[in-house]
């Protein structure tokens, strides 16, 4: 089963090309989306890894914190967007 993976705290230098080669350590790297600013176009230091569940894991332990170009990488599991907005409940009416 497929994993995504959050990568943050990414140097703004880095290529996807980079970050695939660094995850490929762990296992097999479906899929790297770094994410752009919509009005600049340049990075915003931090993407999406996609992996196989297992990879992703070892991937997860053996990345997080650890310094690339010069930064402490953030790893972790993804988690989707609607789901933090889920778990804090229903707005407050005025």
């Known amino acids: 089963m497929e994993k995504t993976i959050y990568v943050g705290n990414l140097p703004f230098s880095s290529s996807e090309a980079d970050i695939r ?17 919509r009005e600049t176009g340049r990075p915003r230091g931090y993407g999406f890894v996609a992996m196989d569940e ?14 690339f170009g010069g930064r402490s990488l953030r790893v972790n599991e993804a988690r989707r ?14």
């Open 21 to 37: 080669d660094l995850f490929s350590r762990h296992g097999v790297v479906y899929s790297v989306k770094m994410i752009h600013d």
């Open 54 to 67: 297992s990879a992703a894991q070892a991937a997860i332990q053996a990345l997080d914190g650890q310094i």
């Open 81 to 94: 967007k609607n789901s933090a907005l889920q778990a804090a409940g229903p707005l407050p009416s005025y």
